[in-house]
C-alpha cells in the first residue's frame, strides 16, 4: 500500500465500556474526576504529602534506565503523556510491612526495614516503574481485561470491576488495587489514586502456580513432566538491543526501532483442584490415569512403548501431553478491547481500523495457536453466532456440528470457557486472591478439562477453513509487544531484525521485514483482514513455518493486497517449487490474468460461474466476512479488485515441520521498490471441498 495516504490518520481509542446497570450506582463512580489545569501529575503529588509523600519519595530514588540518571519524578514533571497509578501513604505503608513480614520469615524480599527512606535505589525503580504508563488512559477508555500498553516495567496490568456492598462499581488493578480517585486529569496525563501498591509477581510461571495452592494437581503434573524446565525460559537475548533503529520503510518518514525486548512468554490454561475433585479426580495419579486414557497411543492409534509410557518427561508420555496442550506459546491478555495481546482480535480502535466494523461480528471471530503439545493447534472462539456462548471465550469450539462428535466422550472437552478472572473468584472462594501474571506469562482457569483429540481435531473442531492473519503466526510479535502496539500516536511501524522470530528466515540480504500495527483499510485503494501488515522489502526471498495442523490433505492459499509493488514471486512448498511464477502487482496484464470481475450486479449463479473461472486461474476473491470502507460506504473484501487469495496448491501435512518460501524472480531495475504484503494464510482440508452437502462459503 502507499502508507503516506495513511500517515495523516491520527490514533483515536474510542471504545465504550459497557455496564448493564441494575440501579443508578451500578456503573462507574464519575463524579471524582477533576481536570487540574496548568499542574503536571509531579506537582500534584508533591503538593498533596499527606497522601502521596511516600510515594514522591520512592520516584524521587526511582532512575528512568540504566543510562539515564533523572528519576522517575523529574520525568513525570515534564510535558508527555502518561498514566500515574499513585499509591496513598497508607497503601505503601501496607505493602511495606507485608513486605517486611516476608524478609523476617525468610523470603528475600529486598525490603528490610518499614521506613520508606530505607528503601533502594533499585527496589524504589521497581515498585515505580509497576505505576508509570508511558502514555495517558482514562478508565472510561480501558475494557475488561488490561490497559493498553505495558508499564514501564514491561508488566501487564490486568483491569476487572467489581461492586461494592452499596453496588458501586470500582476498577480492580492486578485483583488486588482498586482505583479509589479516577482519572484525575493533568497537563500531562492521568492519575489513577489507588489503595494497595501494584506488585506483579516477579516469580516464573512453574513457582507462580505452585504457590497458589488451589492449583496443586496441576502444578505437581507440570513439574513431574519436567516441563516446569519449559515454563521458566524467559529472557531469550538479554543483551538484545532496544534503541537500536532499522532502515527506513520506503514511504516512510523515518527510520524504524527495533521491538521492545526479546523475551518468551507463555499462556496457561488450568483446571483448579476444584474441578478436578469434582469429576473424581483426587490425585496426581488420577491425573495420570486420566491422560493415559486419551494419549495412550502415538498420532497413528498405535500403542505407546512402556519406557515411554514411564518416562514422563519424553514429549509423547501421556501426562506430559495432557499438561503441553494446556501451554500455549505466547501470553494472552482475557481481552483485545483495549490493546495488545488479547485471545482474539475484539473491540480493537486504532487509526481508523475498527475491528467491530472491519471483522463483521455476524460472523464468529476467532484465532489458532499452537501449544507445546507435539503438531497441535489450539482454537480460540468468540462465538457471536451462539446466543447461549457469544459473550464466552471458548476453546476448541464445535459450532453446530456439535452433534457431529466423531468421539461421543470428546463432548466434555470441547467448547471449553475460558473464564474471567471475575468468575473464577466467585465460583472458586478458595481462588479469592487469585493472581493471574507471572513475569513470563499469565494464567487463566477453564471450566472443562482440556483434552486434544486427533480425530475430533480433524473430523470436527478443525474441519473448516483455517484461515489465520500471518502476524499471529508469530508468538515473538506478541510477546514483545509488536503486534497491535499502541505506543504512540499515529502509525507505528517497527523493524523486525533477522532471526528475531525463529519460524521466519530470511535468506539473502536484500530482504528487510517490518511490522505497520493496524490501520485503516479501504475498499478502493488498500484491503487488509485484520489491519495489520507483516511487510518484506527488497529484493526478498524469505521462508516460514506454518501453523501445524491435524494429519490430512491440505489446500493452501495465501491472501494478499494486490499493489504496484509486490513483484513477481515464485513460491516454495517444502523445499518444491509451487507452480509457476506469479505476478502480484496491480495492472492490467494481471487484473486480465486474474479474471476478477464485479459481482455486485451479478445474479447469485452468474457470481457463482465467476467465481468458480476464477478459481480455475488459481485465484479467489477475498472474504465477504470482512468489511471494508470507501467514501463513508461499506462493502467487503469479495467487492475489492486488490483483495485476493492464490492457490498455491494442494499437499498432503503429516506430523512434521513444513515450510512456505516466497522469492521474488522479478527483473527489477536499479531504484525500483518491492514491498511484499503479507496478510493470511488459508489451510482448508480437502474433506471440506469436497463436501458437496456443506460447500465452502464466500466469507
Given amino acids: 500500500m502507499n502508507h503516506k495516504f ?18 443508578c450506582n451500578d456503573r462507574i463512580d464519575e463524579e471524582n474526576r477533576f481536570t487540574f489545569k496548568g499542574e503536571l501529575i509531579a506537582s500534584h503529588l508533591e503538593k498533596n504529602p499527606e497522601k502521596f509523600s511516600h510515594f514522591v519519595e520512592i520516584l524521587k530514588k526511582a532512575k528512568i534506565g540504566k543510562k539515564a540518571s533523572g528519576s522517575i519524578l523529574k520525568t513525570l514533571s515534564t510535558y508527555g503523556s502518561y498514566t500515574c497509578f499513585a499509591p496513598t501513604n497508607e497503601a505503601i505503608d501496607t505493602f511495606l510491612v507485608a513486605e517486611y513480614n516476608k524478609f523476617l520469615n525468610g523470603e528475600d524480599t529486598g525490603i528490610y526495614s518499614l521506613n520508606i527512606e530505607d528503601l533502594s535505589d533499585s527496589i524504589s525503580t521497581e515498585i515505580a516503574k509497576n505505576h508509570i504508563i508511558e502514555k495517558g488512559y482514562k478508565t472510561i477508555d480501558i475494557n475488561e481485561g488490561s490497559f493498553p500498553m505495558s508499564t ?17 462499581v470500582f476498577t480492580l488493578l492486578n485483583n488486588s488495587a482498586k482505583i479509589i480517585e479516577q482519572d484525575l486529569e493533568m497537563e500531562n496525563g492521568y492519575i489513577q489514586v489507588v489503595d494497595a501498591v501494584l506488585s506483579p509477581s516477579n516469580k516464573l510461571l512453574p513457582e507462580h502456580i505452585s504457590s497458589q495452592l488451589a492449583f496443586s494437581l496441576f502444578a505437581q503434573a507440570i513439574y513431574k513432566t519436567g516441563l516446569d524446565s519449559l515454563l521458566s525460559i524467559y529472557e531469550l537475548d538479554p543483551d538484545f538491543d532496544n534503541t537500536l533503529n532499522g532502515p527506513l520503510l520506503d514511504s516512510e518518514e523515518s527510520t524504524s526501532p527495533y521491538p521492545k525486548e526479546k523475551r518468551q512468554k507463555y499462556t496457561v490454561l488450568i483446571e483448579p483442584d476444584a474441578l478436578y475433585n469434582k469429576l473424581g479426580y483426587e490425585t496426581l495419579e488420577d491425573i495420570i490415569e486420566l491422560a493415559e486414557k486419551w494419549y495412550g497411543n502415538d498420532f497413528n492409534g498405535t500403542p505407546l512403548e512402556e519406557e515411554i509410557m514411564k ?10 501431553r495432557y499438561v503441553a496442550y494446556h501451554i ?15 485471545f482474539i482480535m475484539e473491540n480493537y480502535d486504532n487509526s481508523g481500523f475498527r475491528s467491530i466494523v472491519n471483522l463483521n461480528q455476524n460472523f464468529d471471530s476467532y484465532e489458532y495457536y499452537e501449544t507445546m503439545h507435539p503438531y497441535s ?37 470441547i467448547n471449553v470457557i475460558v473464564e474471567r478472572a471475575t468468575t473464577t473468584k466467585e465460583k472458586y472462594p478458595e481462588l479469592a486472591d487469585y493472581s493471574q501474571g507471572a513475569l513470563n506469562g499469565i494464567i487463566h482457569t477453564i471450566d472443562r478439562i482440556l483434552i486434544y483429540n486427533e480425530d475430533e481435531m480433524a473430523g470436527n473442531i478443525l474441519k473448516e477453513r483455517i484461515r489465520i492473519d500471518v502476524s499471529a503466526i508469530f508468538p515473538e510479535l506478541t510477546n514483545n509487544d509488536v503486534r497491535w502496539d499502541l505506543s504512540s500516536s499515529g502509525n507505528v511501524v517497527t523493524y523486525i531484525p533477522n532471526n528475531f522470530c525463529k519460524g521466519f528466515v530470511i535468506n539473502n540480504e536484500d530482504t528487510e521485514v517490518f511490522y505497520y500495527r493496524p490501520h485503516a483499510t479501504s475498499l478502493l485503494s488498500w484491503a487488509n483482514y485484520q489491519g495489520d501488515e507483516f511487510i518484506v522489502e527488497g529484493k526478498y526471498d524469505f521462508q516460514y513455518r506454518i501453523p501445524h495442523v491435524p494429519t490430512g490433505t491440505y489446500e493452501i492459499r495465501f491472501g494478499y493486497p494486490k499493489g504496484y509493488y509486490r513483484g513477481v514471486c515464485q513460491f516454495y512448498f517444502d523445499k518444491k517449487i509451487a507452480g509457476i511464477p506469479v505476478d502480484l502487482r496491480w495492472n492490467e496484464n494481471t487484473t486480465v490474468l486474474i479474471g476478477w470481475e464485479d459481482v455486485k450486479e451479478m445474479t447469485e449463479e452468474e457470481a457463482r460461474a465467476s467465481d468458480k473461472a476464477m478459481r480455475n486461474r488459481g485465484y479467489m476473491r477475498g472474504p465477504a466476512s470482512i468489511t471494508l470502507e ?18 498455491i496448491g494442494t499437499y498432503r501435512l503429516d506430523k512434521r515441520d513444513y515450510w512456505l518460501r516466497f522469492k521474488d524472480v522479478s527483473e527489477n531495475s536499479t531504484g525500483n521498490m518491492t514491498q511484499f504484503d503479507q496478510d493470511y494464510l488459508e489451510l482448508v482440508p480437502v474433506s471440506v471441498l469436497n463436501d458437496q452437502t456443506r460447500p465452502e462459503d464466500i466469507y
Fill in 377 to 413: 493447534l489450539i482454537k480460540v472462539t468468540k462465538p457471536y453466532t451462539n446466543e447461549k456462548l457469544k459473550s464466552e471465550l471458548v476453546i476448541n469450539y464445535a459450532q453446530e456440528k456439535g452433534s457431529m462428535l466423531v468421539n461421543p466422550e470428546m463432548e466434555q472437552h
Fill in 152 to 168: 514501564m516495567n514491561r508488566r501487564s496490568t490486568t483491569v476487572e470491576w467489581v461492586k461494592d456492598e452499596s453496588g458501586q
Fill in 328 to 342: 500455549i506459546d505466547r501470553q494472552l491478555q482475557y481481552s483485545s478491547g483495549t490493546g495488545p495481546g488479547g
Fill in 630 to 647: 470507501a467514501d463513508n460506504a461499506y462493502g467487503t473484501m469479495r467487492h475489492s479488485e486488490q483483495a485476493l487469495r492464490k492457490i
Fill in 311 to 320: 518416562d514422563y518427561t519424553h514429549p509423547m508420555n501421556p501426562l506430559n
Fill in 6 to 23: 495513511f500517515k495523516s490518520i491520527k490514533l483515536s481509542i474510542i471504545i465504550s465500556i459497557v455496564l448493564l446497570a441494575t440501579s
